[in-house]
């Protein structure tokens, strides 16, 4: 990894946001699921979550090529499921949706850990969704047509979010992300042909040092260069 990708990736790291997210709610197009993904990554959101209904489905090419490597993205089996595990984080759940009791999107507190509920693309956000979701916001819109597509909305509301966190210097401090999460991100994107013989092999992620070097013992570089079952039959 040369000096300038470790920095950019350590200059990424400290931006993060671990307590601002999205959730999308049967999103199942895969040109939506990727820009979603990739608004995501530009705004600093470190985790993204999705509900699959009726198909299961992975965000994959397209537009998520790259931005995907760089967030993580958590599969749900069912609306309250999710839900209740991102008001255990503490987060307000806001769910996108035209209805009396919505408000409008600028005037939500973005710098209180938040989480976005995006509804299907057709249908919108579920009952359960609303009901279970601390308030309904809406993008004013003046023209003929009532909703935007999914993963503009997304992108129109997650870029509040930033100003108001900007504003606030939440983008000024390093990010809460544990030494482990950074250290498994660094490695990642620093050194890909090592996280993908790691995963084929099982080995463990080495740490890496602050010039963004692997640090390892003689052990795990000899495993390295041999083949699982090899080793395995070594440590035997």
């Given at each position: 990894m040369t000096p300038e990708r470790h920095q950019r990736i350590l200059d990424m790291l400290n931006k993060r946001q671990i307590d601002l997210t999205v959730c999308m709610e049967g999103v199942h197009k895969p040109h939506n699921l990727a820009a979603v993904v990739r608004t995501c990554d530009a705004i600093g959101v470190n985790d993204v979550h999705a509900?699959?209904?009726?198909?299961?489905?992975?965000?994959?090419?397209?537009?998520?090529?790259?931005?995907?490597?760089?967030?993580?993205?958590?599969?749900?089996?069912?609306?309250?499921?999710?839900?209740?595990?991102?008001?255990?984080?503490?987060?307000?759940?806001?769910?996108?949706?035209?209805?009396?009791?919505?408000?409008?999107?600028?005037?939500?507190?973005?710098?209180?850990?938040?989480?976005?509920?995006?509804?299907?693309?057709?249908?919108?956000?579920?009952d359960e969704a609303l009901a279970l979701a601390d308030q309904d916001i809406v993008i004013p819109m003046v023209g003929m047509v009532q909703s935007l597509n999914v993963s503009v909305a997304c992108a129109v509301t997650l870029y509040e979010a930033q100003r108001q966190r900007k504003l606030a210097g939440m983008y000024d401090s390093p990010s809460d992300l544990t030494q482990e999460q950074r250290n498994k991100v660094l490695f990642e994107g620093g050194h890909p042909i090592f996280a993908k013989a790691c995963k084929r092999k099982g080995l463990p992620y080495p740490e890496i040092d602050d010039d963004g070097q692997i640090v390892a013992d003689d052990d795990w570089w000899v495993k390295m260069q041999m083949t699982k079952d090899a080793w395995q039959d070594l440590d035997q």
């Open positions: 509900i699959w209904k009726n198909e299961v489905m992975r965000v994959g090419g397209g537009t998520s090529v790259g931005s995907q490597n760089w967030v993580n993205v958590h599969s749900h089996e069912s609306t309250k499921e999710a839900i209740t595990r991102l008001k255990e984080q503490g987060m307000q759940v806001l769910v996108t949706n035209l209805s009396d009791t919505a408000v409008d999107f600028r005037e939500i507190d973005y710098t209180k850990p938040t989480a976005i509920i995006l509804g299907q693309e057709k249908f919108g956000a579920s």
